[in-house]
């Protein structure tokens, strides 16, 4: 009797301390995410806290780690994170402007007992969808991406629906009600969409821009910064690598950032707008 309930305290134990290391919290995700910024910084992956076995991804594509652009310092105008605590996932957008080579980067970490055990990284630069880092350190730099007030917030699954209507209205079906606000803007590779913040101005465009599917959707949710960034693909799995992320106040778009990768050497061309019938 008294080793059975020995047993049974053991294996309660045991997974009380399973449970405690599976525990991830906000703080654990900015620690992390603050080792990727300065491993960017310098060039140099020691700088973080890394898994034995960590997986490295460039564009959509598996890679090894001696060849991710992580590998070279750059200098770093303005970095911003968004953390997932519920899937142990952070989302840090990083705009270089200096250094003789621009770029932004769209980057996620999965992170699992405080360590990285995935890279993620989306590399913009000349050559993709409207890419230009100056303005889209200029436009960035204006906008509000604090913590919201709770009255302010909606919850993850708002968050994520709100991300696949943009999509589904933007690439497929007028019918579609997306939570459309005002004022709101979109920055795409550095074209904005709304430089005089006119109250006014919300970021619907005036019909689908053509039918197009939008793939491999992923999410990382931060509830507490209204913010959902989706990492997808246009057309079909082998098509243009994207990010989308977007800021809800009290459950309306604010801003959307987009960064595009353009994977062919042919300039990206998007559908014209077909008149209604």
């Known amino acids: 009797?008294?080793?059975?309930?020995?047993?049974?305290?053991?294996?309660?134990?045991?997974?009380?301390l399973v449970r405690a290391q599976a525990v991830c919290t906000r703080s654990m995700l900015q620690a992390a995410a603050d080792s990727y910024i300065a491993a960017q910084t310098a060039g140099d992956l020691s700088k973080m806290s890394l898994a034995p076995?960590?997986?490295?991804?460039?564009?959509?594509?598996?890679?090894?780690?001696?060849?991710?652009l992580?590998?070279?310092?750059?200098?770093?105008?303005?970095?911003?994170s968004i953390y997932d605590v519920g899937r142990c996932m952070t989302f840090s957008e990083v705009i270089v402007t200096e250094g003789g080579h621009p770029?932004?980067?769209?980057t996620r970490l999965r992170v699992k007992d405080g360590v990285v055990t995935e890279i993620d990284s989306l590399v913009t630069n000349k050559g993709d969808w409207l890419f230009n880092?100056?303005?889209?350190?200029?436009?960035?730099?204006?906008?509000?991406?604090?913590?919201?007030?709770?009255?302010?917030?909606?919850?993850?699954?708002?968050?994520i629906n709100a991300g696949n209507e943009y999509f589904d209205f933007v690439f497929m079906d007028k019918g579609?009600?997306?939570?459309?606000?005002?004022?709101?803007?979109?920055?795409?590779?550095?074209?904005?969409t709304n430089p005089k913040n006119e109250s006014s101005d919300t970021c619907q465009i005036p019909a689908p821009?053509?039918?197009?599917?939008?793939?491999?959707?992923?999410?990382?949710?931060?509830e507490e910064m209204g913010t959902v960034n989706v990492f997808c693909r246009f057309g079909d799995s082998s098509?243009?690598?994207?990010?989308?992320?977007?800021?809800?106040?009290?459950?309306?778009?604010?801003?959307?950032?987009?960064?595009?990768?353009?994977?062919?050497?042919?300039?990206?061309?998007?559908?014209?707008?077909?008149?209604?019938?």
């Open 1 to 16: 009797m008294v080793r059975a309930i020995l047993s049974i305290a053991i294996l309660l134990s045991s997974t009380a």
């Open 53 to 68: 076995k960590v997986k490295y991804l460039q564009n959509m594509k598996e890679i090894t780690r001696d060849k991710g």
């Open 70 to 80: 992580w590998n070279t310092a750059l200098p770093i105008a303005l970095h911003r």
């Open 103 to 106: 770029y932004v980067l769209g």
């Open 133 to 159: 880092a100056e303005d889209y350190l200029k436009y960035s730099k204006a906008e509000d991406w604090d913590i919201l007030p709770v009255d302010d917030r909606v919850g993850r699954q708002d968050l």
């Open 176 to 192: 579609i009600r997306a939570p459309w606000g005002t004022p709101c803007a979109r920055l795409e590779g550095g074209a904005y």
């Open 209 to 222: 821009l053509g039918n197009m599917f939008i793939v491999n959707r992923t999410y990382v949710v931060d």
């Open 239 to 277: 098509g243009m690598p994207d990010s989308h992320t977007f800021r809800l106040v009290k459950g309306r778009y604010r801003w959307i950032h987009t960064l595009s990768v353009n994977l062919t050497d042919k300039p990206v061309v998007v559908p014209k707008l077909q008149p209604e019938n």
